[in-house]
């Protein structure tokens, strides 16, 4: 599969420790995130989503700290989670201290939001002892007010400006592990921010069209900015942020990024539209083989074509291949016919032969 070669090379920042840690930046592949909606103090409840969240896919996952309880919780969601954990701060300098003391592996704040520079030190301090990076999180509708007074509303050259500010209150502390995001749910805003910061930084970015929207209307919009701003070498990290279940959000973002080929651990489904010339019943077979392969973790591309006229040709392509045609089904691998079989059993003989490509891929 061809992949995005043209990457902007950014600043690499390693997140958590040990067999899960990931680095954001640095031409790595993109990392996928995603965000608790449980509270985070209900810790049973949490750790639940979250191991849901890595099963799908997430790799890094971050929670709501909107006060002490929660921060402290973050000791007893790290002892049953394996995925690096991310606090989620607002201003509150005491609450960033507690979650490094929990052992949180990242932590998004604002430092020009904590307000005294002996505070921010204190945190910085704390980040450099423990390896802990910082996300710099502007939003356009969060965006601070003097910057709105200049410009009078949220503009990319307001937010680029905030976050100019942000980050020189690190550097000046020496701190260099950085990850800035500069999300807006206006996706022309977004994409305009995100360019400012790609030409401005060599900080890695942190992807998200904020408040997106529900499912289907979210994750449209969030492709199209995210695909925008992929598509020109920007992006290290990425969030998308939709009003459904998180694991939504991961089964999306895997999507994304697939398309662009900066994930590994993922198969990719071809299927036809189907037109007229169609021979096997189609859709609910593509349906049915896009839950099957969503369990795969390996960079294998399944195809299935309804007609014997351009399913062949397509099928090649893939990995593993099915062309259907009048109540029968012709398989092929690596480009090669293995085996014509009846409609009725198909299915079935398919999931297997992808079984077994998946444990070679495995076993090699
Ligand atoms: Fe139509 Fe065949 Fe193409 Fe499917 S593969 S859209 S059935 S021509």
Known sequence: MLTLTHRRKTRAVMVGEGPNAVIIGGRNKVILQSMCTTKTQDVAATVEQI??????????????????????AIKEIKAQINIP???????????????????????????????????????????????????????AG??????????????AQ?????????????????????IISMKASNVELALEAYKLAAER?????????????????????????????????????????????PREEIKV??????????IDNAATLVSCPTCGRIEIDLIPIAQELEEY????????????????????????????????????????KKGKIIKTVDEAVMLEEFKAEIDAMYKHYQET
């Open 51 to 72: 191991n849901q969240l890595e099963e799908a896919g997430c790799q890094l996952v971050r929670v709501a700290v909107p006060d002490m309880e929660a921060a402290i």
């Open 85 to 139: 954990l991310v606090a989620d701060i607002h201003f509150d300098y005491r609450l960033a201290l507690q979650a490094i003391e929990s052992g949180v592996d990242k932590i998004r704040i604002n430092p020009g939001n904590i307000g005294r520079k002996d505070r921010v030190a204190k945190v910085v301090e704390a980040c450099k002892a423990h390896n802990i990076p910082i996300r710099i999180g502007v939003n």
């Open 142 to 155: 969060s965006l601070e007010k003097k910057f709105l007074q200049k410009y009078g509303y949220p503009t």
């Open 158 to 178: 307001g937010m680029l400006e905030s976050a100019i500010e942000h980050v020189e209150i690190l550097e000046e502390l020496d701190f260099h592990d950085i």
């Open 201 to 245: 930084f060599d900080y890695p970015l942190h992807l998200g069209i904020t408040e997106a929207g529900p499912l289907f209307s979210g994750s449209v919009k969030s492709a199209a900015g995210m695909g925008a701003l992929l598509s020109l070498g920007i992006g290290d990290t990425m969030r998308i942020s939709l009003s459904a279940d």
């Open 253 to 262: 973002g895997r999507e994304v990024i697939k398309s662009f080929g900066l």
């Open 293 to 332: 392969i969503a369990n795969i973790k390996a960079p294998i591309t399944v195809a299935i074509l309804g007609c014997g006229v351009n399913g062949p040709g397509e099928a090649r392509e893939a990995d593993i291949g099915l062309a259907g045609g009048a109540g029968k089904g012709m398989l092929f």
